[in-house]
């Protein structure tokens, strides 16, 4: 369980930091920066039925310890994923899976990190669905 002093602790990167961070998806590549754009009425979307091989990729330029990831579908609420897993990666080859969970029927999607170190992190959909899209209105990331 979180301590109080950890959940102060959890600082979330500023809207204006993670615009300028390079992102990158298995789908619908050139729609990836209106999870970043502070607008809810935007998003990312996977422009196909949820399956797994899917994911959403970003580089933050420099090591730091990420806390969580808060992904935000409330736009179209049964769009969140559903089944997935997270990976680390100090150098967008190497990667380390540090998260795997079947999501909560939730637009909201809270993520709890481990606190490792990371420059990347990738986000898997591994899930099926017959007539929803994967979409992100907004990426929330916390670190520390
Ligand atoms: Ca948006």
């Known amino acids: 369980m979180w301590q109080t002093?950890?959940?102060l602790a959890m600082v979330p990167v500023p809207r204006?930091?993670?615009k300028s961070w390079a992102l990158t998806a298995s789908d619908n590549q050139g729609r990836c920066r209106a999870a970043v754009d502070g607008r809810t009425d935007?998003?990312?979307?996977?422009?196909?039925t949820q399956h797994d091989g899917m994911w959403f990729a970003f580089d933050m330029g420099h090591e730091r310890p990420l806390r969580s990831l808060v992904l935000d579908s409330s736009g179209s609420?049964?769009?969140y994923p559903r089944e997935y897993s997270v990976d680390f990666s100090t150098?967008?080859?190497q990667w380390n899976q540090v998260v795997t969970k079947t999501a909560d029927s939730d637009a909201i999607t809270d993520i709890v990190l481990p606190a490792e170190k990371t420059r990347y992190g990738r986000i898997n959909q591994?899930?099926?669905s017959p007539d929803r899209f994967w979409s992100i209105d907004e990426?929330?990331?916390y670190t520390q």
Request: glycine share 8%; hydrophobic share 20%; proline share 0%.
């Open 5 to 7: 002093s950890e959940i």
């Open 16 to 18: 204006k930091e993670t």
């Open 42 to 48: 935007s998003r990312w979307d996977t422009q196909a």
């Open 77 to 79: 609420t049964s769009d």
């Open 91 to 93: 150098d967008g080859t």
């Open 126 to 128: 591994h899930g099926r």
């Open 139 to 141: 990426l929330e990331v």
